[in-house]
């Protein structure tokens, strides 16, 4: 099962994006849906998750404030809103989902599927 990311692009900072994980075909029930980011030269790192219902999310103390995870169950789809962006968001976002054991994990061995990653660049 591929996800597929999309809505990368190039923001000058303080700006807004909106970043779409989509699994055609496929529901992710029970599936912990997660964003993470790799800067160049860093490890990947987690930046939100939100449970199958929705009603549960957490956030890295990065982004916290500044991002919303949310998703559309309907539409299979992830999304995560990023609003005041900065410089040392630039990064390749990826989409992953987990089989939900009890947390919204924030461990990237824990993810399953992943998407192809989309890029997100912060100009100051």
């Known amino acids: 099962v591929q996800l597929q990311a999309s809505g990368g692009g190039l923001v000058q900072a303080g700006g807004s994006l909106r970043l779409s994980c989509a699994a055609p075909?496929?529901?992710?029930?029970?599936?912990?849906m997660g964003w993470f980011r790799q800067a160049p030269g860093k490890e990947r790192e987690f930046v939100a998750a939100?449970?199958?219902?929705?009603?549960?999310?957490r956030y890295a103390d990065s982004v916290k404030g500044r991002f919303t995870i949310s998703r559309d169950n309907a539409k299979n789809t992830v999304y995560l809103q990023m609003n005041s962006l900065k410089p040392e968001d630039t990064a390749v976002y990826y989409c992953g989902a987990a089989f939900f054991l009890g947390t919204l994990t924030t461990n990237q061995h824990e993810y399953e599927y992943w998407g192809q990653g989309t890029q997100v660049t912060v100009s100051s």
């Open positions: 075909g496929r529901t992710f029930t029970r599936y912990v």
């Open positions: 939100i449970n199958w219902s929705g009603g549960s999310t």
